[in-house]
């Protein structure tokens, strides 16, 4: 089973650049869930979705969208890129409500140049 | 302060010995997550749980909501146990919409090396 997979693994951006991370799971999860990890500090909540056509913001949503047009499909878009946008991004979903297992990406190296 | 803390940051040993990762929590919380991040970055789940104890090869791991702390516990330590372990608690919100959601909130994360 392919299980979480995000692309790309590393990518740089200049700034005022736009990209897209890609997040897409096979296990049929409905909540997906997108974090961001800075150095020395935990992973903070970006975004999440309870499923297909819902989502809503986490702890840091400021410079980030995101859409969830299919069950599998969690993608993260940033509008124009800034430094303190380098961090490493984790896409990660789970069957139901919290009291489940997360399952988790292998991450997303970003630097914003 | 941090909802979620954990002790210590840094974490040597020698291969072989018994090893203990603390966490402490804040909030009132649903569930308790134990995960590993490998050198390599990828996050993998270890325990969920909300009560008691559970074992899982050579990990145990032990929750006391009363107290609000959990620990990790490696036996036999290996080099290949080497990596960030990360505590992160399951804290209810409710949704704008309705319904409920947890909220997971992470520790900084416990960087163990097991040396040969």
């Known amino acids: 089973n392919a299980g979480v997979t995000q692309t790309p693994k590393f990518r740089i951006l200049k700034i005022g650049q736009s990209m897209t991370l890609q997040c897409t799971q096979d296990?049929?999860?409905?909540?997906m869930y997108w974090y961001r990890q800075d150095p020395g500090m935990g992973l903070k909540l970006i975004y999440y979705s309870v499923g297909a056509g819902i989502t809503d913001k986490g702890e840091v949503p400021n410079g980030y969208n995101v859409s969830r047009s299919t069950t599998e499909d969690f993608p993260l878009r940033l509008e124009l890129a800034a430094p303190s946008q380098t961090s490493v991004y984790f896409c990660?979903?789970?069957?139901?409500?919290?009291?489940?297992?997360?399952?988790f990406g292998q991450g997303t190296r970003l630097t914003v140049v | 302060k941090n909802e979620v803390e954990q002790s210590p940051q840094n974490l040597t040993a020698q291969e072989g010995e018994f090893i203990t990762i603390n966490c402490s929590y804040s909030?009132?919380?649903?569930?308790l997550h134990w995960l590993q991040q490998h050198p390599g970055g990828g996050i993998v789940s270890l325990f969920m749980?909300?009560?008691g104890k559970k074992k899982h090869g050579r990990l145990i791991a032990t929750i006391n909501i009363q107290e609000k702390h959990s620990s990790l516990h490696i036996t036999a330590s290996h080099p290949r146990d080497s990596a960030v372990y990360i505590c992160a608690v399951v804290r209810s919100i409710y949704l704008n919409y309705g319904g409920s959601q947890g909220n997971l909130i992470f520790g900084k994360g416990t960087k163990l090396s097991v040396k040969p």
């Open positions: 749980l909300s009560s």
């Open positions: 990660a979903s789970s069957y139901s409500r919290e009291n489940t297992e997360a399952f």
């Open positions: 296990m049929n999860h409905n909540y």
């Open positions: 909030v009132g919380i649903s569930a």
